[in-house]
């Protein structure tokens, strides 16, 4: 365990944090009693009041506090590949990256596809401690694209699952996708979907396009993601249920999601922090850390992304955190696997690449990165939620970000137990100072300080 962890009290104690800009906006003191927010005062006008007698004090002063993170799209790889990640080590990585929630996909090994299992991961990361974790279903029996998983079951189960995913794999077929839609109405779940055409992606590398044409790897062409998702908006329409499409990565991917909201469709879209600063571009250096599905796209889409995240067409962002261990990446690149670690570096993405461009407000990022992902996945109410606002009487799931330090990324000081860091070795802006779930510190960058009775 973290020893940060104990330098605060439980959820039970009291905390007071001082003078944190409220989503970057006005700087307010925040006291949490037993894990809930209390009250939001003046900067220095809580401290010296009788209900905050005796508590620990955190100095937030330059810090901007967001309601803790919430990721919908993270491969926690346990059970089965407890050599990429463990739910212990992702989740003090989410917790390290500021997140108070993530949902864990289904591609485990055994699948996620039976109430034993996403009741095991459950119980996994309720011992862990680090964030809540929220299974995801799998849509099809072992993610094979043919039978359907036990939904019901899942939903009814400890778990309550609300996602369902065989990502990965994309549910390919029509009719085991209409079902899939047709049989989560019943308790507001959602598909979330995995874009890829299979047959025009057979052997696919990279994205196809003139870079790969130039150093001959095999392409994978945007319209095998835009394909699967116009149909699948189409069947969202026609059942008359919600969809989720997983990492969103081209310009027309863009253009279809936009068109089906103009026309009402209840859909909902995620790009990841690779798709929003990487392009294919870096596939000349042949170094599989780049290799990844769906596969890094053009300049012009990545333009298209943050455009369409700016303007909500894009609901989230969501890491698609992805650990392989080294022998897996440490290879030549068709050999490699796809995927690339996320979850620590995903607000520093987001405030480079969105922030400080002007392009979005702190607001705008708690919408995105907890707000919208928490409804997405239906944990926004009850005792527990997440992703609510920064106000009295809500679970104090607070995140203190310091936009003005930069750390240089090196794996090796990481949390999550891989390596496959796509951002190695460069320098970005902002460093989470500390994540509260339901007022525990489990990140805790400064010592706290106790107002003593009576001071
Ligand atoms: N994104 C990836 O490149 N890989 C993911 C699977 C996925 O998200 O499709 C993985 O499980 O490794
Ligand atoms: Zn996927
Ligand atoms: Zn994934």
């Given at each position: 365990m973290n020893p940060n962890q104990q330098a605060l009290p439980d959820g039970t104690g009291l905390l007071l944090?001082?003078?944190a800009s409220l989503l970057g906006e006005q700087e307010r003191d925040i006291l949490v009693r037993g894990g809930v927010i209390a009250e939001i005062g003046e900067p220095g006008s809580l401290r010296n009041t009788p209900d905050a007698q005796g508590a620990y004090v955190v100095d937030a002063r330059g810090l901007i506090a967001?309601?803790?993170?919430?990721?919908?799209?993270?491969?926690?790889r346990e059970p089965g590949r407890e050599d990429a990640e463990t739910v212990e080590s992702g989740t003090r990585a989410a917790a390290a990256g500021g997140f108070t929630a993530v949902h864990a996909m289904a591609n485990t090994s055994p699948v996620q596809d039976t109430a034993g299992v996403v009741e095991q991961v459950l119980r996994l990361g309720e011992k862990a401690g680090w964030v809540d974790v929220v299974p995801i279903g799998a849509v099809s029996?072992?993610?094979?694209?043919?039978?359907?998983?036990?939904?019901?079951?899942?939903?009814?189960?400890?778990?309550?699952?609300?996602?369902?995913?065989?990502?990965?794999?994309?549910v390919w077929d029509p009719v085991l996708m209409r079902r899939a839609l047709e049989y989560v109405k019943a308790f507001d779940g959602v598909i979330a979907q995995h874009a890829q055409e299979p047959r025009l992606t057979e052997n696919a590398q990279m994205n196809e396009g003139i870079v790969s044409a130039e150093i001959?790897?095999?392409?994978?062409?945007?319209?095998?993601?835009?394909?699967?998702?116009?149909?699948?908006?189409?069947?969202?329409?026609?059942?008359?249920?919600?969809?989720?499409v997983c990492h969103l990565s081209t310009?027309?991917?863009?253009?279809?999601?936009?068109?089906?909201?103009?026309?009402?469709?209840?859909?909902?879209?995620?790009?990841?922090?690779?798709?929003?600063?990487?392009?294919?571009?870096?596939?000349?250096?042949?170094?599989?850390?780049?290799?990844?599905?769906?596969?890094?796209?053009?300049?012009?889409?990545?333009?298209?992304?943050?455009?369409?995240l700016a303007d909500g067409t894009i609901d989230i962002v969501a890491t698609d955190h992805?650990?392989?261990?080294?022998?897996?990446?440490?290879?030549?690149?068709?050999?490699?696997?796809?995927?690339?670690?996320?979850?620590?570096?995903?607000?520093?993405?987001?405030?480079?690449?969105?922030?400080?461009?002007?392009?979005?407000?702190?607001?705008?990022?708690?919408?995105?990165?907890s707000a919208a992902p928490a409804r997405i996945g239906r944990?926004?109410?009850?005792?527990?939620?997440?992703?609510?606002?920064?106000?009295?009487?809500?679970?104090?799931?607070?995140?203190?970000?310091?936009?003005?330090?930069?750390?240089?990324v090196r794996p090796a000081d990481q949390q999550t137990a891989s390596e496959n860091s796509p951002l190695r070795g460069r320098e970005l802006p902002g460093v989470v100072r500390a994540t509260f779930l339901r007022g525990r510190a489990t990140i805790l960058d400064a010592a706290p300080v106790r107002i003593e009775a009576g001071a």
């Open positions: 944090i001082e003078g967001l309601p803790g993170l919430v990721d919908l799209h993270t491969h926690l029996v072992r993610l094979e694209g043919e039978q359907l998983a036990e939904l019901g079951a899942m939903a009814d189960s400890a778990a309550r699952v609300r996602v369902f995913s065989d990502d990965g794999k994309c001959g790897l095999a392409g994978w062409p945007a319209v095998a993601e835009e394909a699967i998702i116009a149909r699948d908006v189409l069947l969202a329409e026609h059942v008359g249920s919600r969809l989720h310009a027309g991917s863009v253009e279809i999601i936009r068109w089906a909201k103009s026309r009402g469709i209840n859909v909902t879209a995620e790009v990841t922090p690779h798709h929003l600063l990487l392009t294919d571009d870096l596939a000349r250096t042949y170094d599989p850390i780049y290799k990844v599905n769906p596969p890094l796209r053009t300049a012009a889409d990545v333009e298209a992304v943050r455009e369409g992805a650990p392989h261990p080294r022998e897996d990446k440490d290879c030549e690149w068709a050999a490699a696997a796809f995927g690339m670690t996320g979850l620590e570096t995903v607000l520093s993405v987001v405030q480079q690449t969105m922030v400080d461009t002007g392009r979005m407000t702190w607001g705008d990022v708690a919408r995105v990165l944990i926004d109410e009850g005792p527990r939620a997440q992703g609510r606002p920064l106000a009295a009487g809500e679970p104090a799931n607070i995140t203190l970000v310091d936009p003005k330090a930069t750390r240089e």
